[in-house]
């Protein structure tokens, strides 16, 4: 966030200094196939569309993603994913995920250490017989992020999902979440590249992530949580996620 601010003040500057530089005048003119071809741009989002097999199924998707490093401070509270209601009364004890904390960044440290850097987040739609307009079906969505580096303070209850940090595997759907305060998410080779959360009507076998040598664990139908990659468990003197601003 503080470097998208940064970028912004640029830009700002920029365009002070080109409304004071006198009057100009310009007019659109387009451009030829030869003009086009050597003009490059990036934007903001990012829009890819693939196809994957799964389960011997070819699935397509479309992913749209923010080109964009994020350095983030933030609380998230009671998280509760796929809670079944009925008759207007929510059993929370069924939900696929609870997650009462979720934190990103920490206060009693270093100064590096209290901001978590963010790459790319993305959106991903997932469907099948995407050629047929007629049968066209979207099947899920998963939202994550590229790479993920930083102090993730975390409180799970229940998990739906694959985690695996220092070592130790959470994996199942509904199961207890790891007893844990929290992760340090990244080493020195680099961001955690496999964070991931997916919405899905059936089980999808989601493609290998690029840099990584295994596939991740099928996403079930339901709420999905999978994150892998560069893990460690956070220590803190009484065991509970490390304070953060604002964090009630």
Known sequence: ?????????????????????????????????KELSATYGQGLLDLTNSS??????????????????????????????????????????????DMPVLQFGRLDSTADKRLVQITNPYFEFVYKNAP?????????????FEGIKGDIGLTIN????????????????????????????????????????????????FPTTSGMAEPPSAAQAGFWLNWRDRLTALSTANGAPPPNAFRR
């Open 158 to 205: 229940t998990l739906s999902g694959s985690m695996l940090i220092g070592g130790a595997e959470y994996k199942g759907s509904k199961t207890t979440g790891p007893a844990v305060p929290g992760v340090t998410a990244g080493d020195a080779n680099g961001a955690s590249r496999d964070f991931w959360i997916s919405a899905l009507k059936t089980a999808v076998q």
């Open 132 to 144: 047929d307009a007629a049968t066209r079906e979207v099947i899920g969505m998963r939202m994550g």
């Open 1 to 33: 966030m503080i470097s998208l601010i940064r970028t912004g003040l640029v830009c700002l500057s920029a365009a002070a200094a080109l409304l004071n530089a006198g009057p100009a005048s310009a007019q659109l003119r387009p451009l030829s196939e």
């Open 52 to 97: 994957f097999v799964s389960n011997g199924d070819t699935l397509y998707s479309t992913r749209i993603a923010i080109g964009a490093d994020v350095l983030l401070n933030a609380n998230f509270g009671k998280i509760n994913l796929g809670a079944k209601t009925t008759g207007g009364v929510t059993d929370w004890s069924t939900a696929y995920i």
